[in-house]
């Protein structure tokens, strides 16, 4: 009785081994030939989406941003900068969100102006924010001059972007690296700390020193700025 008991008992798991072996020989065959899992697969790849970005040509309108000794806008060389940044950025396969694409802005005050700018950032459901800007001294060609970055270091992701972003800068060597900085010890930025999207400002060189501003207002400048800024985001988000 209790050797036909073994005997059931052994008969049970080999059948129950059985079962295991081919409902997993099964699963997987229709793992790989089965049409269902595929489809799934092929629809998960078709509803991933590259990030959206939103880029902030700074200022526009009646708001000029800094002047050169020459008299030329930062608003004038913010948006074509930022254009081509989109460019790049979109061949790569971003979604661009741009906060203005000519100079035609409806001027409501600047804190609106700033508001209504993230506000689309967070209507569009962006990743990123990048605000392009010049930044300018108090005298004309006064010993001031080179690009920063501006980040709130408490987002760990945005903030190793604003990296990627500067050894980008780095590689042209246009000018010197004043590095990045956390506006949580400097000071706010209303585009960076108060949008609900991520952001990063570049002030790009400054427009009141003669030999960044020659460069940011050169087309080889703006060219070589935009590749390496769009470069260094795919680098550091796309791959
Ligand atoms: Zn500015």
Request: aromatic share 12%; net charge negative; glycine share 8%.
């Given at each position: 009785m209790k050797r036909k008991l073994r005997v059931k008992f052994l008969a049970g798991?080999?059948?129950?081994?059985?079962?295991?072996?081919?409902?997993?020989?099964?699963?997987?065959?229709?793992?790989?030939?089965?049409?269902?899992?595929?489809?799934?697969?092929?629809?998960?790849?078709?509803?991933?989406?590259?990030?959206?970005?939103?880029?902030?040509?700074?200022?526009?309108?009646?708001?000029?941003?800094?002047?050169?000794?020459?008299?030329?806008?930062?608003?004038?060389?913010?948006?074509?900068?930022?254009?081509?940044?989109?460019?790049?950025?979109?061949?790569?396969?971003?979604?661009?969100?741009?906060?203005?694409?000519?100079?035609?802005?409806?001027?409501?005050?600047?804190?609106?102006?700033?508001?209504?700018?993230?506000?689309?950032?967070?209507?569009?459901?962006?990743?990123?924010?990048?605000?392009?800007?010049?930044?300018?001294?108090?005298?004309?060609?006064?010993?001031?001059?080179?690009f920063e970055i501006y980040s709130d270091f408490r987002n760990e992701e945005i903030t190793q972007l604003a990296y990627a972003i500067e050894n980008g800068l780095n590689g042209i060597g246009y000018t010197i690296d004043r590095g990045v900085k956390n506006t949580q010890e400097t000071y706010s930025l209303y585009v960076i700390d108060q949008n609900t999207v991520p952001a990063l400002l570049l002030e790009l060189g400054f427009i009141s020193d003669s030999d960044d501003f020659n460069y940011l207002n050169s087309q080889e400048g703006q060219t070589n700025i935009a590749q390496a800024i769009a470069q260094s985001i795919h680098a550091q988000l796309g791959e």
């Amino acid at each position: 009785m209790k050797r036909k008991l073994r005997v059931k008992f052994l008969a049970g798991c080999i059948l129950m081994i059985a079962g295991c072996c081919f409902l997993l020989s099964h699963f997987t065959f229709s793992d790989e030939k089965g049409f269902i899992s595929n489809t799934n697969y092929t629809i998960k790849a078709c509803e991933y989406s590259m990030p959206t970005i939103v880029l902030d040509a700074g200022h526009g309108g009646m708001d000029a941003g800094g002047v050169s000794i020459s008299n030329v806008y930062e608003k004038d060389i913010t948006l074509p900068i930022a254009l081509m940044i989109g460019d790049y950025l979109t061949d790569y396969g971003y979604q661009i969100v741009y906060t203005r694409v000519d100079d035609e802005i409806e001027w409501i005050g600047e804190r609106e102006e700033l508001q209504r700018r993230i506000d689309l950032a967070e209507q569009e459901e962006a990743d990123y924010y990048i605000s392009i800007h010049l930044n300018a001294s108090n005298a004309y060609d006064d010993g001031v001059y080179g690009f920063e970055i501006y980040s709130d270091f408490r987002n760990e992701e945005i903030t190793q972007l604003a990296y990627a972003i500067e050894n980008g800068l780095n590689g042209i060597g246009y000018t010197i690296d004043r590095g990045v900085k956390n506006t949580q010890e400097t000071y706010s930025l209303y585009v960076i700390d108060q949008n609900t999207v991520p952001a990063l400002l570049l002030e790009l060189g400054f427009i009141s020193d003669s030999d960044d501003f020659n460069y940011l207002n050169s087309q080889e400048g703006q060219t070589n700025i935009a590749q390496a800024i769009a470069q260094s985001i795919h680098a550091q988000l796309g791959e």
